[in-house]
């Protein structure tokens, strides 16, 4: 699954509508979600590089092809789109990486009464100390630390948690990464 078509469906996921409703419903202003024009700008976007990085793939796929049939001229063409294919493929991550940041954003809006309760508490729910102590260990060897990544990481480790426990996983290692 492409990252643009994995976004799509997390964005859909994570607002519970498809695509079109999002869209139909920020257009008029009644969402109510300061985010969500945010993630479709930042969506649409997306879908342009990742349209910009197909063509550089059909370009390069096809100076490839006339360099095999023996255009040695063709060389640095070649070698060109490969590098653009490159940075555009980057580029794509990185635009894809920061809709799923504000979706974790979203996340974090859209639960104050969580966050107002998670302030009194001071560890993990009860029973949830193994979880912690897992995931601690996963998010140590992670670059990044979001939603997706702790999932694939706990999902590797053998732990599969619901969406919300994986939430107040993160918040939590979110608090304890924090400087005081």
């Known amino acids: 699954m492409s990252t643009v078509i994995y976004t799509r469906h997390l964005v859909e996921h994570r607002y519970g509508r498809p695509l079109e409703d999002l869209r139909r419903h920020g257009a008029h202003g009644g969402s109510g979600d300061p985010v969500l024009p945010i993630v479709l700008g930042r969506l649409d976007g997306l879908a342009t ?9 059909r370009n390069l796929d096809a100076a490839w092809q006339r360099c095999r049939s023996g255009e040695s001229a063709l060389d640095d063409l070649v070698l060109r789109y490969a590098a653009e294919v490159v940075d555009l493929e980057r580029q794509e991550q990185s635009e894809a990486e920061a809709v799923w940041d504000l979706l974790d954003v979203r996340l974090l809006l859209d639960q104050p ?7 009194v508490r001071t560890g993990p729910p009860p029973g949830d100390e193994d979880l912690m102590a897992v995931a601690r260990q996963v998010a140590a060897r992670l670059p990044r630390l979001n939603r997706e990544t702790l999932r694939q990481g706990l ?22 990464r924090a400087p005081c």
Do not use: D, I, P
């Open 49 to 57: 590089t990742n349209a910009h990085a197909r063509a550089a793939r």
């Open 113 to 119: 009464a969580a966050h107002r309760s998670s302030a």
């Open 155 to 176: 999902h590797h480790q053998g732990v599969h948690v619901s969406n919300r426990r994986l939430g107040t996983v993160l918040q939590h290692l979110r608090a304890e």
